[in-house]
């Protein structure tokens, strides 16, 4: 593992692959008309949670581009505006150059969304996908919990 990994990796809570929890709560923004949040806020969260993974492993550079390749999600809970909810995020798995990540939003402890999201490491110069280096990877699949606490005043 890099120096970078080691110290920006420092926060993690238990070993094993790769998992970050944030909290956000829903705002204007993220709804339509009805209060409803639009379905679109949900993979908005599932790349803040991303960015959240990648900032405690020294930053997605490490890695060159990495565009999403395959998205779903399952809606199960409507979410209203003001909602606080929980994103988790898991790596899954790990390819020759991708990662698979789970993802869950929850309020209140209550499932809304369920998904995945697969990213693929791409050289930036030519476009072509690229390994994923092996202190990338190691730190991937055993750095563990690398939780964000809920913001003050974020409760209801």
Known sequence: MTA???????????SGPARVRI???????????SGYWHFASAFRLFEAAETTLWQHLGGKEQLGDIPRVHVTASFRKKVLYLDVVAVDLLVERI???SVSY???ISRDGELCVEG????????????DTQPIPDDIRRALE???????D???????
């Open 95 to 97: 390819g020759r150059s």
């Open 116 to 127: 995945e999201m697969v990213v693929a490491a791409v050289d930036p110069a030519s476009g």
């Open 102 to 104: 789970s993802i869950t």
């Open 150 to 156: 809920m913001p003050p005043g974020a409760g209801r």
């Open 142 to 148: 055993s750095v563990g919990e690398l939780t964000e």
């Open 23 to 33: 909290w956000r709560r829903i705002e204007w923004v993220d709804t339509d008309k």
């Open 4 to 14: 970078e990994i080691d110290k920006t990796a420092r926060g993690a809570r238990s």
